[in-house]
């Protein structure tokens, strides 16, 4: 596996502090990463995020694994730490293969831990939605 990182930063945007993060920089799935979970959207949380938008490029097939234990751990990693940092997360993983489901839901969670947008589990989709601040 070859990674590459640069330093966590923050932007504005509107006057809202946002952050982002890829696929496993949020959760550090253990199958996945041989180092500690850094707890990234946290540190985003600490450095004045208030919304971290992050792109998921999750692995899928059609195996029980894929289908209901990796989507459930990515699931209560976004509901838990949307809640823990206070923090609108808005999340999406890539559509592809379309006729498998999402390795992780997709949607918009509010600073409470509570889906607000949901979309489908497989195919394309677009979603918006205001949030007030």
């Keep these: 596996m070859y990674f590459s990182s ?3 930063r923050v932007f ?3 006057g809202i502090t946002i952050g982002g993060l890829i696929c496993n ?3 550090a799935n253990p199958t996945c990463t041989p180092y500690p979970d850094c707890h990234l959207s946290q540190q985003l949380s600490q450095m004045g995020a208030r919304i971290i938008f992050h792109a998921v490029n999750g692995w899928r097939d059609n195996s029980d694994y894929c289908r209901f ?3 459930n751990f990515h699931e209560s ?3 838990m730490r949307a809640a823990a940092g206070k923090l609108w997360i808005v999340s999406v993983d890539s559509a592809f ?3 498998f489901p999402v390795s992780s839901p997709g949607g918009i969670i509010s600073p409470t831990g509570k889906w ?3 979309v489908p589990d497989t ?3 677009y979603f918006c939605l205001d949030v007030a601040m």
Aim: charged share 40%.
């Design 69 to 71: 234990y990796q989507k």
């Design 12 to 14: 504005s945007f509107k």
């Design 123 to 125: 195919g394309e989709r």
């Design 116 to 118: 607000v947008e949901r």
């Design 97 to 99: 293969p379309e006729d």
């Design 77 to 79: 990693n976004l509901i």
């Design 25 to 27: 920089d949020l959760w």
């Design 6 to 8: 640069s330093p966590l």
